[in-house]
């Protein structure tokens, strides 16, 4: 499936943000929907997931309690919510899918197979 990514920007500390990512082909049930981001000399990072069907989300330590993730089956469109920023959350997010994992919720990158062009985050202080 082809992913397409929006909803970034500049935003000061403590704002908020809504990423969107639209799915052009199909999201089966059992694919994992996840954000990813990366800063500019580092590694991509895990931020949070989704079960596609389920709906059952998980989150990396560093957004727990402040970002959400949702989903949209009849808009084949996964989001996240962004509260609470902060600069450290500066970076390029990319939407990205896992094709049937069995249940398990991979936080490395390398496991997705179709991914977003990406939106910049830039978080001032």
């Known amino acids: 499936v082809q992913l397409q990514a929006s909803g970034g920007g500049l935003v000061q500390s403590g704002g908020s943000l809504r990423l969107s990512c639209v799915g052009s082909?199909?999201?089966?049930?059992?694919?994992?929907m996840s954000w990813f981001r990366q800063d500019t000399g580092k590694e991509r990072e895990f931020v949070a997931a989704?079960?596609?069907?389920?709906?059952?989300?998980s989150y990396a330590d560093s957004s727990q309690g402040r970002f959400t993730i949702s989903r949209d089956a009849a808009e084949n469109a996964v989001y996240l919510q962004m509260n609470s920023l902060r600069p450290e959350d500066t970076a390029v997010y990319y939407c990205?899918?896992?094709?049937?994992?069995?249940?398990?919720?991979?936080?490395?990158?390398?496991?997705?197979?179709?991914w977003g062009q990406g939106t910049q985050v830039t978080v001032s202080s």
């Open positions: 989704i079960i596609w069907r389920s709906g059952k989300k």
């Open positions: 082909g199909p999201i089966f049930a059992r694919d994992v």
């Open positions: 990205a899918a896992d094709r049937d994992p069995g249940g398990v919720v991979h936080i490395r990158p390398d496991e997705y197979e179709d």
